[in-house]
């Protein structure tokens, strides 16, 4: 990521900030995306994604560094549609809908603003949420675009930092981090489902444990989730548990969801990512490989194939740089 810093006289106009710094950095990916559909309709299409994510923070004489992120992204898959509130007038809950009436889905998405003195940070608007930050869901990157993300057990189920929306910055989500030492903590909550989540993550001896448990008024949200995440030889291991609500059978939408990966450096350039996961909702077990080959510079060649839950195929291939 690139750093560009201007001058705290160019930034405000008034006495007594002890710094102030905007960063710009991101990527772009393009390639193409492979998938075999259940009705025979297999297809092959160009993927793309551009993303430009915007830092800024000031800190004041205190010591405490107050900021803000956003990004700017478009993907070669986004429409011009935004979420309605439904009849509740409440975004997130089961009765939104989309509508092309509105503004356009890309655009600078909803902001996340912090406060962080020492090892405690709050913040508000887009979270990052508990669940989708939680070490063991994202220990690895699979191919060029993630290929479905069927190896993170919580399976979407909580607040998460939306990149092309508000985000729960559109339901009043606020959160709490801490750290010290080989301690994690960290609380969220927003008005979708009315969540309240929570990890606290501990590392020893290499291995980090955490656990965290969410309070929610929907039957598909997560109620608690397990990881472990460690190198074991040549690989750095993880394995993660959710219970997403209770089961209601394969085809359906709720149950237990586990996930074991592993990511292994092949060579001074290469690195291979493999998966195995199943969960009560999927027909059979999800397993794929993927493979990042760094060219140098920020750039690099990135593909890999899946065999989703629901017992289809999917591929992709392509290069993503990053600035």
């Avoid at 201007?6 to 492979?34: E, K, M, N, P, S």
């Avoid at 939680?134 to 690895?140: S, V």
């Avoid at 675009?145 to 979407?156: D, H, K, Q, V």
């Avoid at 965290?212 to 608690?224: F, I, M, R, V």
Wanted: aromatic content about 10%; proline content about 1%.
């Amino acid at each position: 990521m690139k750093k560009v810093l201007f001058a705290t006289t160019a930034l405000v106009a008034t006495a007594g900030v002890a710094a102030a710094d905007v960063t710009f950095g991101g990527y772009g990916r393009f390639g193409v995306l492979y998938q075999e559909n259940a009705a025979g309709t297999d297809e092959t299409n160009v993927t793309s994604r551009f993303r430009l994510q915007i830092d800024a923070t000031a800190e004041s004489d205190m010591g405490v560094t107050f900021g803000a992120r956003a990004r700017i992204q478009q993907n070669n898959t986004d429409e011009n549609v935004s979420v309605t509130k439904g009849a509740d007038g409440i975004f997130g809950t089961a009765d939104d809908g989309l509508t092309t009436a509105g503004p356009a889905g890309t655009g600078i998405n909803g902001v996340r603003f912090f406060a962080r003195t020492g090892g405690f940070e709050v913040g508000v608007g887009n979270i990052y949420g508990a669940l989708e930050s939680m070490p063991g869901m994202y220990e690895i990157d699979l191919g060029l675009t993630g290929l479905s993300y069927e190896y993170t057990a919580y399976n979407f189920r909580g607040d998460a930092y939306s990149s092309g929306g508000n985000g729960a910055a559109g339901s009043n989500g606020v959160e709490a981090l801490y750290s010290m030492g080989d301690l994690k903590v960290h609380i969220s909550a927003s008005d979708t489902n009315d969540r309240v989540a929570g990890y606290v993550a501990y590392t020893y001896n290499g291995f980090t444990f955490a656990a965290a448990a969410q309070d929610s008024n929907a039957a598909g949200d997560t109620d608690y989730a397990l990881s472990v995440v460690g190198n074991v030889g040549p690989a750095k291991v993880s394995l993660a548990y959710a219970d997403n609500g209770d089961d209601t059978g394969v085809g359906t939408v709720n149950g237990d969801h586990y996930a074991l990966t592993a990511s292994f450096d092949i060579g001074a350039a290469t690195n291979l990512d493999v998966y195995v996961a199943d969960a009560d909702y999927f027909a059979e077990t999800s397993y794929g490989i993927g493979a990042h080959h760094d060219l140098g510079g920020g750039v690099s060649l990135r593909g890999g194939i899946i065999s989703k839950g629901d017992d289809t195929i999917r591929a992709d291939m392509g290069v993503r740089f990053t600035f």
